[in-house]
């Protein structure tokens, strides 16, 4: 939003002018008009005075510059700041409606107007929300509701989704457990497709994307430069999430694939049959799981340590 008005001619020359000394500088420190905010104890300090008198200084000046704030002049500003977040769901998470109302150097300023005007109401930070802005007290309670249900369908999916129809933006942005992940989608925040943490959940993302068992080579390259093809294999083999299924290739567990060397997947493919199995069957059941020779199948069951077949030319488990 380009800049409609002078803020530093508006909160100085104006509203700040005609209030005394101290009470001008205490307003202008704790709102950080003149450089940074500074704290109750750090402006005591600088007149020493208790904290709690600077607190009372600071209601008393701005209560002294309510009477002020119904001229036109002032009016026509706190208009601008309502059309801002009526466009926005009623609602907007402090920091963006600040950087949006006051630019890279008034942000202060438009805090300290906000503080002032009527129509505004700060919510302030909680564990699940970010400190927000609001003309509609209402908004919060339509927000929460929206977020909930995103929140729980995409608990329900278990992947990231785009936003719903008629939701606002702003919800999002107020949000502590809902991000925007690098594919334009969004998720629960502790999601590795969202917030990606290291090589691993890099590759995670890939193997999401892609949809089916690749090399770690390709998985290297669809990462990006970073990514060393030998880094890639010794992550991928340490993650529980990703199974070694053929030479250097990989897939995901949640796929149904099952860790473990080809004979451990044979002995699986026992254990779930539970009766003995012939030869072809075996192959057929294991080479859904590991992309490799069939010898190499037929070899592991041909080890008498592990497996015995019987005199119908079936296999089975040898028992301990």
């Not at 999401?208 to 060393?228: M, N, Q, S, W």
């Amino acid at each position: 939003m380009k800049m409609k008005f002078n803020f530093r001619t508006i909160c100085h020359s104006n509203l700040l002018r005609d209030l005394p000394a101290r009470h001008k500088d205490v307003l202008s420190r704790r709102f950080g008009l003149k450089g940074e905010k500074e704290t109750l104890e750090a402006v005591g300090r600088a007149y020493g005075i208790t904290r709690e008198r600077v607190r009372q200084i600071e209601k008393d000046s701005l209560n002294k510059l309510a009477d002020r704030i119904d001229s036109p002049q002032y009016q026509k500003v706190f208009s601008s700041f309502v059309k801002e977040l009526k466009g926005s769901g009623n609602l907007k998470r402090e920091d963006i409606l600040l950087a949006k109302l006051g630019g890279a150097k008034f942000q202060n300023h438009a805090l300290f107007l906000l503080t002032l005007g009527k129509p505004f109401e700060r919510i302030s930070e909680t564990g699940d929300f970010y400190s927000f802005w609001t003309v509609d007290k209402n908004s919060f309670n339509t927000a929460r509701k929206h977020i909930s249900a995103f929140i729980s369908e995409l608990k329900k999916k278990q992947k990231p989704l785009s936003l719903p129809k008629k939701f606002s933006l702003s919800y999002i942005e107020i949000s502590k457990n809902i991000l925007k992940g690098p594919q334009g989608l969004y998720g629960l925040k502790n999601w590795p497709e969202i917030q990606p943490r290291g090589i691993k959940d890099k590759a995670y993302i890939v193997f999401k994307k892609e949809e089916k068992p690749l090399h770690f080579t390709r998985v290297a390259r669809y990462i990006g430069k970073d990514a060393l093809p030998q880094t890639v294999h010794n992550e991928l083999i340490k993650d529980a999430r990703f199974v070694l299924i053929g030479r250097g290739l990989y897939a995901l567990q949640e796929w149904g694939y099952t860790p473990g060397v080809v004979r451990q997947v044979i002995s699986d493919v026992f254990k779930s049959s539970k009766k003995s199995l012939s030869k072809g069957q075996v192959l057929r059941e294991v080479l859904k799981q590991r992309q490799v020779k069939p010898n190499t199948v037929l070899l592991n069951l041909q080890n008498k340590k592990y497996f015995i077949k019987n005199s119908e030319g079936k296999y089975f488990i040898r028992k301990a």
